[in-house]
């Protein structure tokens, strides 16, 4: 409740023009008609790997919209726990290049299979994901 109520604090205390407000890991820039929305980069990576699941499962499985079938959704779920779990907390690189490997082996074989199909489509389907990924890679 400190953090938040000082992060509020830190809101107020900002030129009218640019507001920041932080609430839960959202980081969102107020402007008078512009509302952007910052994540931090657990939240980032949850939203991406939900969107690499959902492309593989769609077309593995043939689910449509939302749907996803209940392997792809347990991966899905685990992926997001270790997410959170994550012992580096908000200064973890990337699971490529971290040194300790938090997935189960049946899991980190599921994962690889999944990025090594989308990974190439991401480009084309979510280019702002995709980019942004790149860019963190480097």
Request: hydrophobic fraction near 40%; charged fraction near 25%; aromatic fraction near 8%.
């Amino acid at each position: 409740k400190r953090q938040i109520y000082n992060r509020f604090l830190l809101c107020i205390r900002m030129p009218t023009f640019l507001r920041i407000l932080c609430i839960h890991g959202f980081c969102v820039i107020l402007r008078s008609e512009i509302v952007i929305a910052l994540m931090d980069r657990v939240a980032r990576e949850k939203k991406v790997i939900g969107q690499m699941i959902a492309l593989y499962c769609h077309k593995h499985h043939s689910t449509h919209g939302d749907e996803v079938c209940p392997d792809c959704l347990a991966l899905l779920d685990y992926a997001r726990q270790r997410l959170d779990r994550c012992p580096k907390g908000v200064h973890k690189s990337s699971c490529r290049k971290c040194e300790i490997h938090c997935y189960a082996p049946i899991y980190r074989h599921k994962i690889r299979e999944v990025m090594c199909y989308v990974g190439p489509r991401m480009i084309f389907i979510h280019p702002w994901s995709a980019l942004r990924h790149l860019w963190n890679e480097r």
